[in-house]
């Protein structure tokens, strides 16, 4: 009696326990899950009023204060807001508001909480700390926005409108944080009644089961006994005997069921080694299922990594060369500048821009140019030290050592320099790595660069303003001779604005009917005719007057206007040539100038719709090109000439002795026509080799069945040399200078130069 009482109570307090210990277990899991739902759902509506707030992304970006007040103020209606406190993308404080009357800002650092800028993506982050004695859930919440938050100048109806345009793809910039406080206690309050009526039913459970505990005690304890002893001689090893379980109930049919299961043991036990054996084989099956999951797995994340470093290259890095791009330029000369303000060192910029670059593209064809740019990239790249990157940027991925900008602009940062000096002598060092002529497409080419330098903080303390600098003095270095460099001075800014101005003008001259033809007259020595005459582009500008056409000429190359000004002029030396025939003055031919930007495939057509608009005969225009233009791809060059020597045009080779011209391709080209360039002419007295080899020119000319025209002609002396080699036109002052239209028609009235001629050559004698 004493055992069964003493089990009776044993499994009684056993059964009271685990009803009590699992009831208490609930409770508690169901309390936490209550809080956890609470404080989720106040921070997930916090997170909506946050990130769905279009006026809190404008103020958060103008710092408007009185906006970010009313947030916050919403915000700390709810009573377990502890605090708010409003940061800008770059961890500074905005705005803060406690409903305790004392906030120290100071010692709540945004980091603290583990957001820190590389970390903090796209989640809302928590963190639990004791603040003021109180336990607070620190919740960091992004603000993200569709606007470029690198900008500093987008007004507010732009910001507005760029936020309206969110359904279009693009890239989610970091805007700023909301951190909000949340009072754990203040939490706790809200499940407490919650919490009351959980224990309550848990208590009601444990009691019920206290009760069904004494129940079933009394009713298992009884039989119980006997099966203790079943137990004994089970241990004893006695399972060959029958069970004999005293009494009725249960414990007699479970000692009944004890003699049919240990009857079936050994069959049993041979069934599971079968079955383990099954078991061993299905594991190895499923090992090597899982084994080859796990290969696939390790692909796909290897294609993930794959994916994300692509588009990080695409983001951060130039398609073409490789180089870091303008965004990464832009970042991380940003940061570079903060730091050399902490420590207050030197950081330079070198800004490049190839010359002439434009002409490459036009000649040679894009494919051509985008190999160059790589090669420009590969070079700038290898004469760039580790000793002029003292400070090693933040990481590999993030050196801006050479970047490409876009076109045909790379940049240098040299930073921690010693001197503004050491900027200079790696702008030498980048000069002289493009001095090697480059092999493209068979064409052996030397570009150059013009560099521009900018020191921070001493011209500039800004990304932008940095910029700026260099690109005025590499504009300067354009203006003084192209291929060097110059340092950024004051003095820039007027000739960079003066020259903008210039730029704004030229655009609009031709419409405002600025530009203008001047005609010089070709001279047959022999009659003192006008055998034809070049046609000059002039520029009048209303408040500079007659600007040099080698100011805005080269400065129209560069602008990529060259072509219009060119087709201008083609068509009104064309109308204009056929306006002095209609007024009864024959001017036998009328030369133009074709610029090699302007010499592609769609000049034939262009001169074919210029002739018919005008109805010229063909044969009384000429066209002049120089050695370089034709001689860039010589096989095109000459299928265009026949084109247009087929339109019934006349062709000539100006400057001709300047280029570097092939006899062989020289005598294939369809020409009418050479012109000695006017160097030629200014030299022929200084040395006998100058004289031979304007002779050697005239004759290699007649040997081709070519008109020879000399230019530049300007005084008497110059004439009778070139009228002893056997030159058959003149070109100079000596008869004309460039004259408008009006003047040029009086010429053509009369024959003004057989007498002049004549007095020439009786003064010779």
Same mark, same amino acid.
Request: glycine share 4%; with cysteine.
């Given at each position: 009696m004493v055992k069964h009482f003493s089990l009776r109570k044993m499994i009684g307090l056993m059964l009271f326990t685990l009803f009590f210990l699992l009831g208490w277990g609930v409770t508690a899991y169901l309390i936490e899950v209550e809080f956890e739902s609470v404080k989720s759902s106040l921070i997930h509506n916090l997170s909506s009023t946050v990130e769905t707030g279009v006026q809190q992304q404008i103020a958060i970006y103008?710092?408007?204060?009185?906006?970010?007040?009313?947030?916050?103020?919403?915000?700390?209606?709810?009573?377990?807001?502890?605090?708010?406190?409003?940061?800008?993308?770059?961890?500074?404080?905005?705005?803060?508001?406690?409903?305790?009357?004392?906030?120290?800002? %100071?010692?709540?650092?945004?980091?603290?909480?583990?957001?820190?800028?590389?970390?903090?993506?796209?989640?809302?982050?928590?963190?639990?700390?004791?603040?003021?004695? %109180?336990?607070?859930?620190?919740?960091?919440?992004?603000?993200?926005?569709?606007?470029n938050t690198h900008r500093t100048d987008i007004s507010r109806s732009e910001f507005g409108q760029l936020l309206m345009q969110t359904h279009k793809p693009g890239a989610t910039n970091l805007l700023g944080y909301y951190a909000v406080g949340i009072n754990v206690d203040a939490l706790q309050n809200n499940v407490a009644e919650y919490a009351v009526k959980v224990r309550l039913i848990a208590l009601l459970i444990a009691v019920i089961a206290m009760l069904l505990g004494i129940v079933i005690t009394r009713r298992i304890t009884a039989p119980l006994g006997n099966l203790a002893q079943l137990a004994e001689d089970i241990s004893a090893g006695k399972l060959n005997q029958t069970f004999r379980a005293k009494g009725a109930g249960e414990a007699h049919k479970i000692?009944?069921?004890?003699?049919?299961?240990?009857?079936?043991?050994? *069959?049993?036990?041979?069934?599971?080694?079968?079955? *383990?054996?099954?078991?061993?084989?299905?594991?190895?099956?499923?090992?090597?299922?899982?084994?080859?999951?796990n290969k696939e797995l390790q692909e796909a994340v290897n294609q993930v990594t794959h994916a994300k470093n692509r588009m990080r290259q695409l983001a951060y890095y130039d398609s073409l060369t490789s180089l870091p791009n303008r965004q990464l330029f832009t970042e991380q000369l940003e940061l570079l500048l903060k730091i050399s303000r902490r420590e207050k060192t030197t950081v330079a910029l070198l800004f490049l821009d190839l010359d002439n670059f434009k002409r490459i593209n036009d000649s040679l064809g894009h494919n051509a140019g985008d190999h160059l740019l790589r090669e420009v990239g590969a070079r700038l790249s290898s004469c760039i030290r580790e000793s002029d990157l003292i400070s090693q940027f933040f990481s590999d991925e993030s050196k801006i050592g050479v970047s490409r900008l876009g076109g045909d602009e790379f940049t240098v940062v040299l930073n921690k320099l010693e001197s503004p000096e050491d900027a200079g002598i790696v702008a030498e060092r980048l000069l002289e790595s493009l001095r090697t002529p480059m092999l493209i497409d068979g064409h052996e080419i030397v570009i150059t660069p013009s560099v521009g330098i900018a020191i921070a903080p001493e011209?500039?303390?800004?990304?932008?303003?940095?910029?700026?600098?260099?690109?005025?003095?590499?504009?300067?270095?354009?203006?003084?001779?192209?291929?060097?460099?110059?340092?950024?001075?004051?003095?820039?800014?007027?000739?960079?604005?003066?020259?903008?101005?210039?730029?704004?003008?030229?655009?609009?001259?031709?419409?405002?009917?600025?530009?203008?033809?001047?005609?010089?007259?070709?001279?047959?020595?022999?009659?003192?005719?006008?055998?034809?005459?070049?046609?000059?582009?002039?520029?009048?500008?209303?408040?500079?007057?007659?600007?040099?056409?080698?100011?805005?000429?080269?400065?129209?190359?560069?602008?990529?206007?060259?072509?219009?000004?060119?087709?201008?002029?083609?068509?009104?030396?064309?109308?204009?040539?056929?306006?002095?025939?209609?007024?009864?003055?024959?001017?036998?031919?009328?030369?133009?100038?074709?610029?090699?930007?302007? +010499?592609?495939?769609?000049?034939?057509?262009?001169?074919?719709?210029?002739?018919?608009?005008?109805?010229?005969?063909?044969?009384?225009?000429?066209?002049?090109?120089?050695?370089?233009?034709?001689?860039?791809?010589?096989?095109?060059?000459?299928?265009?000439?026949?084109?247009?020597?087929?339109?019934?045009?006349?062709?000539?080779?100006?400057? +001709?002795?300047?280029?570097?011209?092939?006899?062989?391709?020289?005598?294939?080209?369809?020409?009418?026509?050479?012109?000695?360039?006017?160097? +030629?002419?200014?030299?022929?007295?200084?040395?006998?080799?100058?004289?031979?080899?304007?002779?050697?020119?005239?004759?290699?000319?007649?040997s081709l069945n070519l008109r020879m025209v000399a230019e530049g002609v300007d005084n008497e002396d110059q004439f009778r040399f070139l009228r002893r080699q056997g030159i058959q036109i003149i070109q100079g002052y000596l008869f004309s200078p460039p004259v408008p239209a009006s003047e040029f028609a009086k010429l053509l009235a009369k024959t003004p130069y057989f007498n002049q001629i004549k007095e020439i050559g009786s003064r010779a004698t």
């Open positions: 103008y710092r408007d204060l009185a906006v970010l007040r009313q947030s916050e103020e919403l915000i700390l209606e709810d009573p377990a807001v502890e605090h708010v406190v409003i940061y800008d993308r770059l961890g500074e404080v905005i705005s803060d508001k406690s409903v305790r009357k004392v906030f120290n800002t %100071a010692a709540y650092n945004l980091r603290d909480l583990g957001a820190t800028l590389p970390i903090l993506k796209v989640m809302t982050m928590t963190q639990t700390s004791t603040y003021s004695g %109180a336990q607070v859930i620190e919740t960091v919440i992004p603000v993200f926005s569709s606007v000692a009944a069921m004890l003699n049919l299961v240990l009857a079936d043991l050994n *069959s049993h036990r041979m069934k599971m080694d079968a079955e *383990s054996h099954l078991l061993t084989l299905k594991v190895n099956e499923r090992t090597e299922q899982l084994s080859q999951r011209h500039a303390d800004s990304v932008e303003r940095l910029l700026k600098c260099a690109d005025t003095a590499m504009y300067h270095a354009k203006k003084t001779g192209r291929n060097n460099y110059s340092f950024y001075s004051s003095a820039m800014d007027s000739t960079s604005i003066g020259r903008l101005q210039l730029e704004a003008d030229l655009r609009k001259a031709i419409e405002r009917g600025e530009m203008m033809l001047y005609y010089q007259p070709q001279v047959d020595i022999e009659t003192g005719e006008i055998c034809g005459a070049e046609a000059l582009i002039r520029w009048n500008h209303p408040e500079r007057g007659m600007v040099s056409p080698a100011e805005f000429i080269p400065l129209a190359e560069e602008m990529g206007l060259i072509v219009e000004l060119g087709a201008w002029t083609l068509l009104e030396a064309c109308r204009q040539c056929q306006a002095f025939h209609e007024k009864g003055l024959f001017l036998p031919k009328v030369a133009v100038n074709v610029s090699s930007l302007q +010499f592609n495939t769609a000049f034939v057509k262009l001169v074919q719709e210029i002739l018919r608009e005008t109805r010229l005969d063909p044969s009384l225009l000429e066209l002049e090109l120089t050695e370089g233009v034709i001689m860039t791809n010589a096989k095109a060059s000459i299928r265009a000439l026949n084109e247009l020597k087929a339109l019934g045009c006349t062709l000539s080779v100006d400057d +001709f002795g300047t280029g570097y011209s092939s006899l062989s391709y020289l005598s294939q080209f369809p020409l009418d026509e050479l012109k000695i360039d006017r160097s +030629f002419v200014i030299a022929y007295d200084k040395s006998s080799n100058n004289a031979k080899l304007v002779s050697a020119i005239i004759a290699m000319g007649k």
